[in-house]
Nanobody, 115 residues
């Protein structure tokens, strides 16, 4: 099982980024994929989720600005992040949800929002 994030970058407030989580080594359609972020020195913050039954969820802090999407042909879950704020700065991880816990994580991708 592998999860690989990409797309992190340094951007200014108000700009956009698109993160991708490429999944391999398992039946993609059977699992949920979630985005979780971590600010250095702080705990993990759940961001968004895409489940195999097409349900999607967002944290209140990103609702209306972030959009999660699942590409079933490419086995990727994308996170479109618009109207980025300084407080969105974090390392963003994607993780596989097996219905009970996060059993696999990617290595993370850094997003820095700074003027």
């Amino acid at each position: 099982v592998q999860l690989a994030e990409s797309g992190g970058d340094l951007v200014q407030p108000g700009e956009s980024l698109r993160l991708s989580c490429a999944a391999s080594g398992f039946t993609f359609s059977s699992y949920g994929i979630e985005w979780i972020r971590q600010v250095p020195g702080k705990g993990l913050e759940w961001v968004s989720a895409s489940y195999s039954d097409d349900r999607i969820f967002y944290a209140d802090s990103v609702k209306g600005r972030f959009t999660i999407s699942r590409d079933k042909h490419k086995n990727t879950v994308n996170l479109q992040m618009n109207s980025l704020k300084i407080e969105d700065t974090a390392v963003y991880y994607c993780a596989r949800w097996d219905g009970w816990s996060y059993d696999y994580w990617g290595q993370g991708t850094q997003v820095i929002v700074s003027s």
